[in-house]
């Protein structure tokens, strides 16, 4: 059984870091993304990262503050978050597909298979 969980979140200040993970378990996948939802607005992507193809992707909101990184002996991805600012406050969700997926598709929700719970990050100024 598939399963993703997402822990790290909590309260920052504004300027403050935090380190979010993804613990996946019953397969690896060949993407893995992390996408996020304000309040009263859409999930919208954060950052992706084609493992088999050795890259990776961030939303501009989110270029030169975020990383995202896998650990392959514990199959955990995790998105380091520095600069916070109130705008990053939302819940964070780790989401996972099978494919490789494209340069195009890749920032877009409906390609992933698998989805975490998410975690709540609240960013205070």
């Known amino acids: 059984q598939v399963q993703l969980v997402e822990s790290g979140g909590g309260l920052v200040q504004a300027g403050g870091s935090l380190s979010l993970s993804c613990a996946v378990s019953g397969r690896t996948f060949s993407t893995y993304g992390w996408f996020r939802q304000a309040p009263g607005k859409e999930r919208e992507f954060v950052a992706a990262?084609?493992?088999?193809?050795?890259?990776?992707y961030l939303a501009d909101s989110v270029k030169g503050r975020f990383t995202i990184s896998r650990n392959n002996a514990k199959n955990t991805v995790t998105l380091q978050m520095s600069s916070l600012n109130d705008e990053d406050t939302a819940v964070y969700y780790c989401a996972a597909a099978t494919n490789t997926l494209s340069a195009a598709v890749a920032p877009k929700r409906e390609w992933y298979e698998y989805w975490g719970q998410g975690t709540q990050v609240t960013v205070s100024s």
């Open positions: 990262a084609r493992w088999r193809v050795g890259d990776t």
